[in-house]
């Protein structure tokens, strides 16, 4: 069962490549869009990967797959408002960073006929806004689906099969516990991320344009993440709070333990742990989750040449 | 003052940069090399990007420029050792991360005729090894020499105009303000990077393939520098532990905040906060020290695409 009219409810990098996908996979189904900020509409009826509606409720009346594509913040209001303009039976998903409180935000405000079948597709880039998508941004990256006991089959097996049309792997998973292992992979990287940059960027002994210059040590790699939708990440943050914190707990005592080793000058200590690192790179690069070209392919040069 | 005999010890990913990078720029120096493990040497011979010899000594003999390219702990053994085979008058260089540490290791071992000039190419990769050589590594880098006062005028031109040669901006700075800013630009980034991995990998709740397979979110950025090389690492935070523990009590003092922020729900904190670390990732790339393609250019497809 294909879907024949598809609802984007926000209009950025996720929606916009959704959309973009959508088309490669020769998808024929209607796509419409809703964005709050009317330069966010108006930039998207620009590109012309949606049918841009002035309204939410406009956006959705009629479609048979919804998707919450705003920061999770914005997804309980957002339920709340499209509720009585959803046709019946539909399925209703997302594709926040976090599910837990998706769940609690959203389920609740929708009429009982619909599906809530939530998603979050584990892939992104430092730029934002409509003009950011691209068709591939998908391929080979997983969706994890967390649906709710008691989901209607065929229902999850449609939505399933339009994030494998994306290029996605599917998986699904217990809310709660993508919250943690998302807490690991996504959000506390962000957070250190953003804070070794606000660290640089507040330095007096340090100048800013030297900060730059000397970046390339592998400062900027951190810059990359930093750069992410400050409003997106806001809301992660906050909505996934105690996996956050958890993870952060564990972070600062490995990170006060190697302090710990430089002013002891315990070396075999590092070394040990310096080497250990390196095997979750191979398996990563194995598992096709990354390339093994030195500085991501963007040193311009390849081994040997 | 072109040199005509280089000779460099160590031959690992920089020493062998250096050496495709002279054949690039049509350099015709005779190029010797050294390294102190067998196998390495044997790589290294093979792909004959340098006339390898059995022994540092026989590797300096007759060079008109010497240059230290082993991990900074190796430098002051290695200094003693070459010392009595040194021509008269020459240059001895490095390419350390390190130049406080590496100065008072190396400084005092060589003859009082010979100049010694500290260098840092601020450029690398995850990648380690005489195959790990790029002629490109050092294209728009900056390298920094510390020279100490009372340095020859010529020799250090001739210094500048080779590390010029070979793609790189090069500047001068003062050994002790080299080591602050690459501890922020370098040393606690990829002590950081270590740590995030070290922890991902230890999670019981949390499995290995969780952690590959959900990597596309940030964390694989994270293990490509915490890919590198331990031994030059473990080296770099025992020789700059001052600076290194700094930078970290800086680091920790702002992360401490922004976990209380998270803990308090003040999304106004956090919203600010991200918002700041995008400006300087937009003066890297204004200074050519980075792509602004989405991913490093690695999500194979272009905004817009």
Partial sequence: ?????????????????????????????????????????????????????????????????????????????????????????????????????????????????????????????????????????????????????????????????FWEALGARVDEMDPDHHDLVLAVTSHVPHLIAYTVVGVADDLSRVTASEVVNYSAAGFRDFTRIAASDPTMWRDVFLSNKDATLEILGRFTEELFALQRAIRLGDGPHLHAYFTRTREIRRGIIEAGQDTPAPDFGRAGGAAGE
Same sequence: chains 1, 2.
């Fill in 1 to 161: 069962m294909a879907y024949r009219h598809v609802a984007l409810i926000g209009l950025g990098l996720i929606a916009s490549s959704i959309a973009h996908a959508m088309r490669r996979a020769g998808m024929e189904a209607r796509i419409t869009g809703y964005a709050r900020t009317e330069a966010t509409r108006a930039e998207a009826a620009r590109l012309r990967f949606a049918e841009v509606m002035p309204t939410a409720a406009e956006a959705v009346a009629g479609a048979d797959l919804v998707i919450l594509c705003t920061p999770v913040g914005a997804m309980g209001p957002i339920a709340a408002e499209i509720a009585p303009h959803l046709a019946r039976g539909i399925t209703v998903s997302d594709v926040g960073s976090v599910k837990r409180e998706v769940i609690e935000a959203v389920a609740g405000r929708l009429p009982a006929d619909v599906a809530f079948i939530p998603a979050h597709p584990v892939a992104g880039t430092e730029h934002s806004g409509p003009g950011a998508g691209f068709a591939s941004l998908f391929d080979n990256r997983w969706c994890l689906l967390t649906p709710p006991p008691g989901t209607d089959p065929a229902k999850l097996a449609a939505l399933r099969a």
